[in-house]
């Protein structure tokens, strides 16, 4: 065999597997993503909670983003993709949801804007007493 045959065939195997191996990666549809852990408490007093003072402000607190969508009005939404359990980031700006994993993005409520995730994110209730912020 020629060499220049050799490599053109060994440069297609491995094209063709690493192309499966990606179409693989995303179309396993059993993973369920861990959601995060509720029953949790924000002091809004506390200086690290300091951002949910200000519309648009929001914290990244076990796996549970808590936004404040006006004032003294909040919103959480779970911090995993519901593609592949991939952690979203939140853009303020845009008010939006970006998944860094496959290109998902979702708006503030949860819902799917772009794909592959076909499912919004998990959001839980919000309530607050006095300076006490609880996601349930």
Known sequence: MKR???LNNTGTALGVGIIVQTLESCSKSSVTP???TTGLTIDLSSPANSALKTTGGFVLSK???IICTAPDT???LSSICTHQGCTVNFNSSSKQFNCPCHGGMFDISG???VGPPTSPLPTYSVTVDGNSLTVS
């Open 74 to 76: 909040y919103i959480a």
């Open 34 to 36: 861990s959601q995060p």
């Open 4 to 6: 220049r045959v050799f």
């Open 63 to 65: 796996g549970i983003y």
């Open 111 to 113: 819902k799917v804007l």
